[in-house]
């Protein structure tokens, strides 16, 4: 109880600067972090579905229909499409045709194949 | 050979070494330092001049001029290799800040204000030359550029407004001025305590070189205290730390309803975007405030080299080697500036509380914004207020404390991402605290 009578005396006698600084040290804090968020959350997506809308334009698709695929795209769903690409890929070599074929060879003549090697000539 | 070598060796150690040191030392500081040293007198018989050799080679040694405060400190990072070591707790940092404590308590024979040029207080050694990068500012922006390059800001793009959650956590910082001024210190040392709060261990180093570095002058024309070496070693404990401090906070202050919440999926951000954030970011936040530019300027530039897609080699080195080097630099310079005689004070004891004090200040009031948020956001997209604590900037464990802290809630709601953005919103955010400090008080 004394200590915070004590506390409570000193934040009295506190230089007026120091709550100068909180005051505009936390105001600036949220005012910059506020300034990016209004300029990142509409100032820089209304530039960009801008574009995006003028390239639709120009291919022949609906603006809108544009503007929905691209806000309805999310990191995992990348990420899925990724996942089944990479693995589409991977797995190619997998299918097979499933018919094993020799290749006949003829030649006229191969000791490897000779018929005299290969008996006991007694 | 070997053993003439080995003698020859010894008897300059223990004869010309300390001589030449000596008559050097002197002449720089013009100090007569002669009294506090056994001197060797060629007139004595060869075997006294050989006992007055060893009594000078014995005052030269650590067992000598060791004391208690050095021992102490010995043991201080000691503790920090093993905790490094033994439960992973920052090694990168912890290992080199405990090397260099060890290297900075090596009692030096600093009688009559000897200077052998070896401590890092020492003018002309090579720690000190090192020292100069903590001293002038220098580390800290190049920290800062390797953390940019390493930086996505993908989710803080993709959700915007967790940048106000960065924000929230850095009351941390300004309360912790208040308590700091309260105590009795002066308001540069307030300043450079108070930033302890925003857990960034760069920022520590370059707010306390610049506001208590020992060297400026108060008002009243007397010096502030050299506060570097505590102010870094508390502010890299605690980030160290953050695994253990905060998850009590955090279940303090939710009930298990919030913890539940689960959050839309980030969307993908294009790449135009991502190079656009670190451009105007820059901008905008250094128009704001420019005392924030050494550091705010090296993070988005970083950013940029990475963003950019064309600068690869670039961003590799800032975010690989070069950062690995001043992390070195800056964690074994810290580490070695923790002089017994420095670090032991009753100040430091007070900036250790206040630093607790700050941390827990910081995530409390990341995690209540966050539930204030969401009094006003519709149902379907309210934020989980367990990433608050990410708005303090220890990049990334306080992301990962809310991952954690969100699975024990529930096993398949993962926080990473989203906590990501307030993380990385609080580096921005420490930074932006720092520059108005500097600004008022620098």
């Avoid at chain 1, 959350?41 to 530039?47: C, D, E, K, M, V």
Wanted: hydrophobic share 50%; proline share 5%; with cysteine.
């Amino acid at each position: 109880m004394m200590q915070t009578l004590l506390l409570a005396g000193a934040a009295e006698s506190l230089d007026p600067l120091a709550w100068t600084i909180v005051v505009v040290g936390v105001g600036i804090v949220f005012l910059s972090l506020l300034i990016v968020y209004i300029f990142f959350r509409y100032i820089l997506t209304f530039i960009l579905n801008f574009k995006l809308k003028s390239f639709a334009r120009k291919k022949g698709i609906d603006p809108a229909e544009a503007l929905t695929a691209k806000t309805i795209q999310s990191g995992e769903v990348n990420a899925a499409i990724a996942m089944a690409l990479y693995r589409y890929f991977n797995e190619l070599h997998d299918v097979e045709s499933g018919v094993i074929t020799i290749k006949r060879v003829s030649r006229h003549y191969s000791p490897w194949s000779s018929k005299l090697y290969n008996m006991n000539n007694l | 050979m070997l053993a003439l070598l080995v003698i020859t060796s010894l008897a300059w150690l223990a004869f010309v070494k300390p001589e030449h040191d000596r008559q050097k030392a002197q002449a720089e500081s013009g100090i007569e330092i002669s009294a506090a040293l056994p001197q060797y007198q060629p007139d004595n018989q060869p075997e006294e001049g050989f006992l007055e050799g060893l009594k000078q080679f014995w005052a030269f040694t650590g067992f000598r001029n060791v004391t208690s405060g050095h021992l102490i400190m010995i043991m201080v990072g000691l503790i920090f290799i093993f905790l490094a070591i033994r439960y992973e707790y920052e090694p990168l940092l912890l290992i080199p800040i405990g090397t260099g404590i060890l290297i900075g308590n090596i009692p030096l024979f600093t009688d009559g204000g000897m200077n052998l040029q070896v401590g890092i207080y020492q003018q002309g050694s090579v720690l000190n030359y090192l020292y100069f990068g903590v001293l002038k500012g220098v580390y800290p922006p190049l920290i800062f550029l390797g953390i940019g390059a390493m930086t996505d800001f993908s989710s803080l793009i993709s959700n915007p407004r967790l940048l106000l959650l960065g924000a929230a956590a850095q009351m941390g910082i300004f309360i912790t001025f208040i308590g700091a001024l309260l105590l009795g210190f002066a308001p540069p040392e307030a300043g450079a305590i108070g930033i302890i709060g925003g857990a960034d261990g760069p920022t520590a180093i370059f707010i306390s070189s610049r506001l208590a570095n020992g060297m400026n002058l108060l008002a009243d024309g007397t010096p502030v205290k050299n506060l570097i070496g505590p102010i870094a070693i508390a502010a890299y404990s605690y980030m160290a730390l953050v695994p253990v401090i905060q998850p009590p906070i955090m279940r303090l202050l939710t009930n298990k309803k919030e913890r539940l919440i689960r959050m839309k999926p980030p969307r993908a951000v294009t790449k135009t975007e991502k190079i656009l954030f670190p451009i105007f970011g820059l901008l905008l936040t250094c128009f704001i405030s420019p005392s924030a530019l050494p550091l705010l300027g090296m993070l988005f530039f970083g950013n940029i080299l990475k963003e950019s897609g064309v600068t690869k080699r670039l961003a590799e080195t800032a975010r690989t080697s070069l950062i690995d080097i001043v992390t070195i630099m800056i964690g074994l310079t810290v580490g070695a500036s923790t002089q017994a005689d420095v670090f032991l004070t009753k100040e430091s004891i007070l900036i250790f509380a206040l630093g607790a004090t700050a941390f827990a200040i910081a995530t409390s009031s990341g995690v209540l914004f966050a539930k204030t948020m969401n009094l006003f956001l519709p149902e379907g997209n309210k934020i989980n207020p367990l990433i608050g604590n990410s708005g303090v900037s220890a990049v990334p464990d306080s992301a990962r404390v809310s991952e954690v802290e969100g699975l024990k809630a529930d096993k398949t709601n993962h926080l990473l991402m989203h906590a990501m953005g307030p993380n990385v919103a609080g580096v921005i955010g420490s930074a932006i605290a720092a520059g108005i400090l500097l600004s008022y008080l620098g």
